[in-house]
């Protein structure tokens, strides 16, 4: 039985390891650490995930995929270079037929620095699942909005947002930032309190927006 | 009643994909700006209109005029802090934004609200999803040209702000909710509001059909205008009263059923056509159906605590959780990211109302400038989400 192929699957490749060097973490002076201690009913933790599915296309791609369930949440980990295969066949044979949303996490630590994340729902099965994968800063992703229409926008906001490009996207461009800004706001090493002075000044005639 | 699974949602979708704009324009060519400052658009919305004479070759809207960065605040806030920043994103349905965040946030913990939580956390919900689609009634309709809906829209509403008002103190922005249940036990004579409130509105949802359902202006304006497949309903990812009325019987409150609401006995109201007079007609269902939940969540509250075991400072396990409700405008989700700290990591927003307006290009093509009007009032969008 293919059981065997995931039972390496306890490494944690997952992203979520990455980020204890997260912030200063300017928090709370008092509290954290007493009540934290009985906060922690033995986290959860990701467990390998077996269905049809996963089995019909480990065998097709093998170590590129990695199928995991977290909290009654399943994921694919998928390898970069298979996101346009196995994301078509998730729409094409699997139904998956809804892409809810595409999003995208920094781990400025890592050296491949971005999870993409797209999340996708099927009617026909009423199942959600997550597809990831990693990209390094700079790298490019193919465009999924040949697949799922709603996705161009979706797209959009993630290149406004962490500066990830989409191969074959019709019309890349920022969407809620205006046109000329600079800098990629989502990304762990853009300040809050960062703007880009030199549009404001220029387009809105002041000194700082702050 | 199956949930989902109408098979209309196997239809092939054959949208036209964005085309780039030919840098010039023909002789009889034109471009307007609608917005951003434009009392139809509902907020700062510009929508560029490519025009030849009144009708509408093509649309690109510009959005992110009231863009506040929730989600680079929500890294550098605790997890309840950014609880009150939720309802600043879909402002006439902040009740809606506060319980998908609670929920996500406990769903990452592994805990659950109490069941009397959980029932409050309906009515409420239900509530305001009452609201929202009388302010959107009151505003399409003005926006088409009907003055009168308004008022009484807004009269009714304001019935349903004073419960608001008495349970947690604010009106629109509630912060009603907590992580792990809620803050306030119901008030004193809170029942008895919510079952006058049901006697009291139920005739004037009656009174604005009578109003517009069989009015002809009304039926000029919206049978067949913005008409949206459900095929390209499902690939533009259109959730919400948009997509029910083009005949795809889904609702996240049935589909995958959050808080109490599989103990309800509800119906998912649809359309046939994908017009703006069934989106009309399907939220005017969808109103009656809400009062029936609160009819039943009124009637079988259990006792009991209000607030789960939920420690006083917030501090999720590493891990990641996707988890949506069904909002008034469409399915509202939150992906949160955990690094163990008291701080989200990542807190991506999935708002109906962004995905909602992209179909808007789809809608308009081939309509009159005034058409443009009557869709993206039919839409229900609030840019107060679109932008974040």
């Known amino acids: ?210 | 009643m199956s949930v989902h699974g109408n098979d209309r949602t196997n239809d092939v979708s054959n949208l036209e994909l964005e085309t780039p704009e030919t840098p010039y324009l023909d002789a009889n060519e034109l471009i307007i700006n609608m917005g951003p400052q434009h009392p139809a658009t509902h907020g700062v919305l510009r929508v560029i209109l490519k025009l030849d004479g009144e009708k509408v070759l093509g649309t690109e809207c510009v959005i992110g005029y009231l863009h506040r960065g929730v989600e680079k605040i929500a890294e550098n806030r605790t997890y309840t802090m950014f609880n009150p920043y939720v309802d600043r994103m879909d402002y006439v349905a902040a009740v809606s934004n506060g319980l998908g965040y609670c929920e996500a946030v406990e769903k990452l913990m592994n805990v659950e609200a109490p069941p009397r939580a959980q029932y409050i956390r309906v009515i409420l919900t239900e509530l305001n999803r009452m609201a929202s689609h009388q302010l959107w009634l009151g505003t399409h309709a003005l926006d088409i040209g009907a003055m009168t809906p308004l008022f009484y829209t807004f009269r009714d509403r304001e019935e349903i702000l004073k419960i608001f008002e008495r349970y947690c103190g604010a009106r629109l922005t509630t912060h009603a909710f907590r992580i792990g249940g809620c803050q306030y036990e119901t008030y004193a004579g809170f029942e008895r509001d919510v079952k006058n409130f049901l006697t009291f509105v139920a005739p004037k949802i009656d009174e604005y059909e009578e109003l517009l359902t069989t009015n002809r202006i009304w039926l000029e304006r919206t049978k067949n205008v913005g008409v949206i497949s459900a095929a390209d309903a499902v690939a533009l990812g259109v959730t919400g009263p948009v997509l029910r009325a083009s005949g795809v019987q889904w609702d996240l409150r049935k589909a995958q059923p959050y808080a109490a609401y599989s103990k309800f006995d509800f119906e998912i109201p649809t359309g046939e056509n994908g017009d703006t007079y069934d989106r009309y007609l399907v939220r005017m269902a969808e109103m009656r159906q809400s009062l029936r939940i609160i009819e039943q969540a009124v009637n079988t509250i259990p006792e009991g605590p209000i607030m789960g075991k939920v420690p006083k400072v917030i501090k999720p396990p590493v891990g990641e959780i996707y988890h949506s409700i069904e909002a008034p405008k469409g399915e509202l989700g939150y992906f949160i990211v955990s690094d163990g700290s008291t701080q989200p990591y990542r807190l991506r927003v999935r708002p109906p109302s962004f995905v909602n307006l992209q179909a808007l290009d789809v809608m308009v093509r081939g309509l009159l400038v005034a058409d443009v009007i009557a869709v993206i009032g039919t839409l229900d969008i609030v840019l107060g989400e679109v932008d974040r």
């Open chain 1, 1 to 210: 039985m293919a059981e065997e192929v995931k039972s390496p699957a306890p490494p944690p490749p997952e992203g979520e390891k990455q980020p204890t060097a997260e912030k200063p973490v300017a928090a709370a002076p008092a509290a954290p650490a007493k009540p934290a201690a009985p906060a922690k009913p033995a986290g959860p933790v990701p467990l390998p995930w077996t269905s049809p599915l996963v089995e019909k296309y480990r065998d097709q791609y093998g170590s590129g995929l990695d199928a995991q369930t977290y909290l009654g949440q399943n994921y694919l980990t998928v390898d970069r270079s298979l996101i346009p295969d196995i994301l078509r066949l998730l729409r094409d044979e699997e139904q998956f037929d809804y892409c809810v949303d595409i999003t995208a996490v920094h781990y400025p630590k890592r050296e491949k620095q971005f999870d993409v994340v797209w999340i996708l729902y099927s009617f026909a099965r009423n199942e959600r699942v997550r597809v990831k994968t990693q990209i390094a800063d700079g790298a490019s992703i193919p465009s999924s909005v040949s697949i799922w229409a709603t996705a161009n926008w979706l797209e959009r906001e993630v290149y406004d947002m962490f500066g990830i490009q989409f191969d074959g996207h019709p019309d890349l461009k920022r969407i809620l930032l205006p046109d000329g800004w600079k800098g990629h706001p989502l990304r762990k090493d853009y300040g809050i309190l960062q703007q880009d002075n030199e549009w404001v000044q220029i387009n809105l005639g002041i000194e700082s927006g702050q």
